[in-house]
């Protein structure tokens, strides 16, 4: 096993990236590095004095983060005794949240891999979409649309932190039929949720009223959608004058049980986030054109949170 207590971190992430592309999936590598509770208020790289010899400090966030980086689950690290500690790497499996052989509408659906994913329940999505809620002042926002609501999982939030739920007026839009019908499921007790197995190109037919607050999540950047113009008409037709949205994008991958940070372009082996970036900026530009103030916040979601300041 390896002993990485005196070690730099380049020549660790050196010495694991090689070792571990001769692993299979769920095969592990364990190395001894110092006990990241040995010391406080220290940053990484800081020398660490014991018992007259020098190791390197690490702490458990960069041992996670490499974890990630190297495309692996960090397991539980065993205690040697007070000052070293065993870290464990599990390498991932390499699975999409795609459903195999899916036509377009199921992708997402009830029987795909992502429909096992909780968003509600990654700190990395959970606390910035609060933040974002929060920063339009949900309870103030009476109609709300949710463009690819999937099976309701932004509605469960809101639900949560709202204070007048009841008085909200919620309609969730999405062409995936499975996971319509387990929104709906969900919501059954909920008169004022309507679920609509819709395709967001076709939105107009749906004849929807001005909202007060439109939002969608890891939906707009879907190859079959065209974003600049679904964007500028989503404000034009859709939304009242003082109204508010709230737009996420995945800058993480979802990776065998994992959220790993990092958006990831066709054709690329590593995190590419030019397109990420792009409709961003898109976004930003466009709404604070249009008189919106404008907050881009987040992690592994990032969140493009615009609030009017025009008058109705
Ligand atoms: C990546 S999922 C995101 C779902 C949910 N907002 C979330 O973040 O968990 C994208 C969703 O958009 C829906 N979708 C994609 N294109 C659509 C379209 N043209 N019309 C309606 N729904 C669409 C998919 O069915 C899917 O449920």
């Not at 509600?120 to 910035?128: S, T």
């Not at 004022?192 to 004849?207: H, P, S």
């Not at 994008?249 to 372009?265: F, L, S």
Request: charged share 25%.
């Amino acid at each position: 096993m390896y002993n990485f207590s005196q070690t730099p971190l380049y020549d660790i992430e050196l010495i694991l990236s090689q070792e571990l592309q001769n692993k299979k999936a769920k095969e592990c590598i364990s190395f001894v590095v110092l006990n990241p509770d040995m010391a406080s208020s220290t940053y990484n790289g800081t020398i660490v004095t014991l018992n007259s010899l020098k190791y390197i400090y690490h702490g458990y966030k960069t041992w996670m983060d490499l974890a990630h980086i190297l495309q692996c689950k960090m397991l539980t690290p065993k205690l040697q005794d007070d000052y070293f500690v065993t870290i464990k790497y599990e390498k991932l499996g390499e699975d999409s949240f795609h459903a195999i052989n899916a036509h377009k509408e199921e992708k997402y659906g009830t029987n795909s891999i992502f429909s096992q994913i909780h968003k509600n329940e990654e700190a990395g999505f959970l606390h910035y979409f609060m933040q974002a809620l929060h920063n339009v002042k949900i309870d103030s926002r009476i109609k709300i649309l949710n463009l690819g609501i999937n099976s309701g999982d932004e509605f469960e939030l809101i639900e949560k932190i709202s204070e007048n739920f009841n008085t909200l007026e919620l309609t969730g839009v999405d062409y995936c039929a499975s996971a319509i019908s387990l929104a709906k499921e969900k919501f059954k007790n909920r008169t004022n949720i309507t679920l609509l197995e819709a395709d967001i190109n076709r939105l107009n037919e749906l004849n929807l009223e001005k909202f007060d607050l439109i939002i969608s999540i890891g939906t707009l950047q879907s190859s079959n959608l065209e974003y600049n113009r679904l964007l500028m008409s989503l404000v034009q037709n859709q939304l009242k004058k003082n109204g508010a949205m709230i737009l996420g994008w995945p800058n993480c991958r979802w990776i065998d049980g994992e959220m790993v940070y990092g958006a990831k372009m066709k054709n690329y082996t590593f995190n590419e986030m030019s397109n990420l970036y792009k409709d961003i900026n898109f976004a930003k530009k466009y709404l604070q054109q249009k008189k919106f103030r404008v907050t881009i916040t987040g992690k592994d979601y990032i969140f493009v949170t615009a609030t009017s300041i025009r008058k109705e």
